[in-house]
C-alpha cells in the first residue's frame, strides 16, 4: 500500500483504486449479509479458521480477498458446489489480530464471478472474471435512480448513521452513478441476506434498481414507525417524570408537617436497628457505614437506589456474632439417633465419637463429615438427627447438578438480579453463625462454561480457609468455621480428589432384612399411617407380611421402594374401607399381600449348582448382589475363550487372567494339564442385560474354570477378590455391601482375600453371626476350600 493510500485509510477516505485487479483470489466467506461495491465497513472473522487465508491475503501485492455470502452455513460444513457464484472483491485495511479473532476494514472494489477453483481447501482460491457494469441511461433509468436518491434523502434525518456512510460513498462515487448508487442503498437497508444476494447476483442495471427500491421504501417505513414509537415512548416517560415529582412535592411538604416520616430515613433506622446487639468485625462494620452514606444521599429513583437498599438488608439480616449453645451430652445425642434409626450401630458410635471429641475441644465447629452410601439408606434424616442432637439448627441444599459457582460464591453486585451464595443465605435464614448445613449430592456437582462448583467449596469446606470466607456479594469476610458441614454422596468416584481430601468420609451401607423390618416397624408404617389420617385399628399388617415385601418386592440396599410398597397398600386399604361400610378393619398378612402388591418380581434365589459353577459377590452403587459366573466347554475340536454376559473391560481383563492362570497349572490342582488344548471354553455371567464391572471377580472366574477342569462341584459358598496371574489373592472393596448380599442369599461360607481381614473384622457382631469365613492369601487355599483340589 503506498503512502498516498496509507494516508487515505487513516482520515477515512478510502477509494477505488484503478489498479489491475487479479485474476485468481483467495475467498472468505461471511455469514451475515453479502457485501457490496458501494460499502467500506469493518469486517470480523474466526482467527483459527481464517488466519491462513488473510495472511497470504497480506504477502499479494494488490491485498485484495473475495467475499462471498454463504448465509448460516457452518465454516466446516460448507458444500463448495453449492456456493453463490457471484461476490464482491474488497481490498484489506488495518489488519488487527486480537484473542481468537480478526478485524479489518474491508473496502469493496468491484463484483467477480468464479470461473474455476484452484483450491478446495482452506485457503480457498478461484480463478474469477470481473463483469462488465454497462451503463442505462434512458428515462426509467433515471427515474429510479432519482427515486432512489429521494429514499436515501428521507432516511437520513431518520437515522444520523446512514448520514455516515453516505460521506464515505460520496468520498469514493458520483451521486450521478446510478451503479453505485444502487448498491449503496441496498447495502444501507436491513433486508435478509438473501435478498441482498439476489441484488449482488443482478448484473444489469434497471432490474436492479427494481429489486432495491422496494426494500429501501420498506426501510424507510421501518425508520419512520421507530421514530413514532420512540417518540411516544419519551412522552410517557416524560409525564411519568412529572407524576414522580409531585410525588416527591407531596413527601417533603408531609415531612415539614410532621404528618409522615421519610421512607428512606424509616429505612435507615430499621437497618440500624437490626445491628444492635450484633458483633461485626471492623471491615464488615467500615462497610456498613460506607453504604448506609451511599443510600442516605441517592434519590429512590436511581438505579442504584435498589442495589444498595438490597445490599444493606443483606448485610444486617446476618447472625454477626449471634451463635447457639451446643448440647453435647453424649446421652441426648445416642437417645436421638436411636429414636430417628435402627440399626447403622457403627455409623452411630462414629457420630458419638465426633461429638465426644467436640466436647473436650469445646465445639464442633469447623469440621466436615461426608455420609457415603447407596440411595435410600438415610444419610439426610441423619443430618437432621445431628442437628437435633446438638440443638443446632439445620438447612439443607442440594449441589447435584449445579453448574454456576456463584450459587456458592454468590454473584457481583454489578449484575442485575444478584444474590449471595447459597452459604450466606444459609446463615441469614438459620439466624446463627454455627448452623449445621448438609451439602447434599455432593457427587453429582456440574461443570460449565459459568465455573466449577467443585473448586469453589474447596475454600468453603478447608477449616483453615472458611475463617476468612468471600462472599462476592457482600464483598467482606464471613466465618464459616463455627458451621457443622455435613456432605452425601452415593459414591466417591465423581467427588475431585482435593475435595474429598478436606471431608472426614463415614460409610453407610444397605440394611440386612431384620434391619429393615425394625425400620418399617418402627418409622415408616406409623409415619404413613399419620399422614393418612388412619388409625392402628383401622389397618394392620404383620411381621410377616412385612417380611415378604421386603424380600420379595424391595431387596435394593436403602428403604425407599419399601416404603412406597407400604404406601400402595394403604392406598388400596383405603379403598376398601371407603367403598365398603361393613368393613371397619383391614389386616394384611402374607396370604393376601399379593391382593395388594400383586406377584412379588422378586423370587427366593435359587442358586445355580453344578460343574463349572460358583458364585461371586459384587458391590454396586445399590449395594451388594451375588453374581453366579458359568464355565462350559463347547465343544473339543479346537481351543478358545469366548466370554459373554455385558462385561466391562475390567472384567474381560479378570476373565483372561484366570484362563491363562488356571490353564497353566492345571497339573498344580490335579487336573490333566491337557484339558484347555482342545477345549473350546464358554465363560457367562447370567443377566446379560445387566451391564457389570469391577476388580472383585478374577478368583470367582478362576473357581469356575478350575472346577469344569476338576468336573467337580463347588460347595455352597460365595467368594471375592481379584486374581493375578502369579495366583495372589488381591484386595477389594465393599466386604460389608458382599457380606449383606451374601446373607440374603442364605450363604454362610465365605472365601476372602486375607488383605480385607481388618475389613470384616470392623463389621457388627450380627453381621458375622452364624458366618464361616475363610481368608486366602493364593488362589491354592482358594481352591482348597471350594473344590478341595491342590
Known amino acids: 500500500m503506498t503512502e498516498e493510500q496509507d494516508s487515505q485509510v487513516h482520515a477515512g477516505e478510502l477509494v477505488v483504486s484503478d489498479e489491475y485487479l487479479p485474476e485468481?483470489?483467495?475467498?472468505?466467506p461471511i455469514h451475515n449479509r453479502p457485501f457490496f461495491p458501494a460499502q467500506i465497513q469493518p469486517l470480523?472473522?474466526?482467527?483459527?479458521?481464517?488466519?491462513?487465508?488473510?495472511?497470504?491475503?497480506g504477502d499479494t501485492p494488490h491485498q485484495v480477498v473475495g467475499v462471498v455470502y454463504v448465509g448460516e452455513t457452518a465454516p466446516e460444513k460448507l458444500n463448495l458446489d453449492e456456493l453463490p457464484r457471484t461476490g464482491t472483491a474488497v481490498r484489506t485495511h488495518r489488519v488487527e489480530t486480537e484473542d481468537n479473532r480478526i478485524q479489518f476494514i474491508a473496502q469493496g472494489l468491484k463484483r467477480f464471478k468464479i470461473q474455476r477453483w484452484v483450491s478446495r481447501k482452506p485457503p480457498y482460491l478461484v480463478e474469477?472474471?470481473?463483469?462488465?457494469?454497462?451503463?442505462?441511461?434512458?428515462?426509467?433509468?433515471?427515474?429510479?435512480?432519482?427515486?432512489?436518491?429521494?429514499?436515501?434523502?428521507e432516511l437520513l434525518p431518520l437515522n444520523p448513521l446512514y448520514g455516515e456512510e453516505l460521506r464515505h460513498y460520496l468520498n469514493r462515487f458520483s451521486p450521478n452513478e446510478p451503479g453505485p448508487l444502487a448498491d449503496f442503498a441496498a447495502a444501507i437497508?436491513?433486508?435478509?441476506?438473501?435478498?441482498?444476494?439476489?441484488?449482488?447476483?443482478t448484473l444489469p442495471l434497471l432490474p436492479r434498481m427494481q429489486k432495491v427500491l422496494p426494500l429501501l421504501r420498506k426501510e424507510v417505513e421501518v425508520a419512520r414507525l421507530q421514530g413514532e414509537i420512540s417518540e411516544e415512548v419519551n412522552q410517557k416517560i416524560q409525564e411519568r417524570q412529572r407524576e414522580f415529582f409531585l410525588r416527591e412535592q407531596l413527601k417533603v411538604i408531609q415531612r415539614e408537617l410532621g404528618i409522615s416520616k421519610d421512607d428512606k430515613t424509616a429505612e435507615m433506622d430499621e437497618f440500624r436497628e437490626r445491628l444492635e446487639g450484633k458483633i461485626l468485625p471492623?471491615?464488615?462494620?467500615k462497610r456498613f457505614e460506607e453504604e448506609l452514606q451511599k443510600f442516605s444521599v441517592l434519590e429512590s429513583g436511581s438505579p442504584e437506589y435498589a442495589v444498595t437498599r438490597n445490599y444493606l438488608d443483606w448485610i444486617t439480616c446476618l447472625p454477626w456474632g449471634i451463635r447457639s449453645d451446643d448440647n453435647l451430652d453424649l446421652g441426648h445425642a445416642r437417645k436421638v439417633l436411636d429414636r430417628d434409626h435402627d440399626g447403622l450401630g457403627d455409623v452411630k458410635d462414629r457420630i458419638v465419637e465426633f461429638l465426644a471429641e467436640g466436647r473436650f475441644k469445646g465445639d464442633v465447629g469447623g469440621s466436615i463429615i461426608l455420609l457415603v452410601g447407596p440411595p435410600g439408606v438415610g444419610k439426610t434424616?441423619?443430618?437432621r438427627s445431628i442437628a437435633e442432637a446438638l440443638d443446632r439448627k439445620f438447612y439443607r441444599f442440594s449441589v447435584g447438578g449445579m453448574r454456576d459457582e456463584a450459587e456458592i460464591k454468590g454473584h457481583r453486585r454489578t449484575y442485575i438480579g444478584a444474590l449471595p451464595g447459597k452459604l450466606i443465605q444459609a446463615l441469614k435464614e438459620t439466624e446463627t453463625e454455627n448452623p449445621v448445613i448438609l451439602l447434599d449430592e455432593i457427587d453429582k456437582l456440574g461443570t460449565s462454561?459459568?465455573?466449577?462448583p467443585a473448586s469453589a467449596l474447596l475454600e468453603v469446606l478447608d477449616p483453615e480457609q472458611n475463617i476468612n470466607f468471600l462472599d462476592h456479594y457482600l464483598d467482606v469476610r464471613v466465618d464459616l468455621s463455627k458451621v457443622l458441614f455435613l456432605c452425601t454422596a452415593n459414591q466417591l468416584d465423581s467427588i475431585p480428589g482435593p475435595l474429598l481430601d478436606r471431608m472426614e468420609t463415614i460409610r453407610l451401607s444397605g440394611y440386612i432384612t431384620e434391619e429393615k423390618l425394625a425400620i418399617a416397624k418402627h418409622h415408616l408404617w406409623p409415619r404413613l399411617l399419620r399422614r393418612a389420617g388412619l388409625k392402628k385399628k383401622q389397618l394392620s399388617i404383620t411381621d410377616a407380611a412385612m417380611k415378604q415385601i421386603i424380600e420379595g418386592y424391595a431387596r435394593e440396599a436403602g428403604v425407599r421402594k419399601l416404603e412406597k410398597m407400604l404406601h400402595r397398600i394403604l392406598r388400596k386399604a383405603a379403598v376398601e374401607l371407603l367403598e365398603d361400610e361393613q368393613t371397619t378393619s383391614v389386616r394384611v398378612g402374607v396370604k393376601n399381600l399379593e391382593d395388594y402388591l400383586s406377584a412379588p418380581p422378586f423370587r427366593t434365589e435359587q442358586l445355580m449348582k453344578g460343574v463349572g459353577v460358583v458364585t461371586g459377590l459384587a458391590w454396586t452403587a445399590m449395594g451388594g448382589a451375588t453374581l453366579s459366573i458359568e464355565a462350559s466347554q463347547v465343544h473339543a475340536l479346537t481351543r478358545g475363550f469366548k466370554m459373554t454376559g455385558h462385561l466391562g473391560d475390567v472384567m474381560k481383563e479378570s476373565a483372561n487372567i484366570a484362563y491363562s492362570y488356571v490353564m497353566g497349572h492345571l497339573k498344580n490342582f490335579g487336573a490333566n494339564p491337557k484339558f484347555y488344548n482342545d477345549a473350546f471354553i464358554h465363560l457367562h455371567v447370567p443377566e446379560g442385560a445387566t451391564p457389570k464391572d469391577g476388580p472383585s471377580a478374577g478368583v470367582t472366574m478362576a473357581t469356575a474354570?478350575?472346577?469344569?477342569?476338576l468336573n467337580k462341584k463347588p460347595g455352597k459358598l460365595a467368594m471375592t477378590g481379584e486374581l493375578s496371574l502369579t495366583g495372589q489373592v488381591l484386595p477389594v472393596g465393599g466386604i460389608r455391601e458382599k457380606v449383606i448380599a451374601a446373607r440374603r442369599s442364605g450363604i454362610f461360607t465365605l472365601i476372602l482375600p486375607e488383605a480385607n481381614r481388618r475389613d470384616y473384622d470392623e463389621l457388627p457382631d450380627y453381621l458375622q453371626e452364624g458366618l464361616e469365613v475363610h481368608f486366602a492369601k493364593h488362589f491354592k487355599e482358594v481352591a482348597k476350600v471350594a473344590l478341595n483340589a491342590g
Open 24 to 28: 485468481r483470489i483467495y475467498l472468505l
Open 44 to 57: 470480523v472473522i474466526p482467527r483459527k479458521r481464517w488466519e491462513s487465508t488473510l495472511e497470504r491475503v
Open 128 to 153: 474469477v472474471t470481473y463483469p462488465k457494469e454497462e451503463e442505462d441511461s434512458s428515462d426509467e433509468a433515471r427515474a429510479y435512480a432519482l427515486s432512489l436518491i429521494n429514499g436515501i434523502k
Open 189 to 201: 437497508t436491513s433486508a435478509k441476506g438473501r435478498e441482498l444476494q439476489k441484488v449482488l447476483e
Open 282 to 285: 471492623e471491615a464488615a462494620q
Open 381 to 383: 434424616s441423619i443430618g
Open 449 to 452: 462454561f459459568q465455573g466449577d
Open 705 to 709: 474354570l478350575l472346577s469344569l477342569a
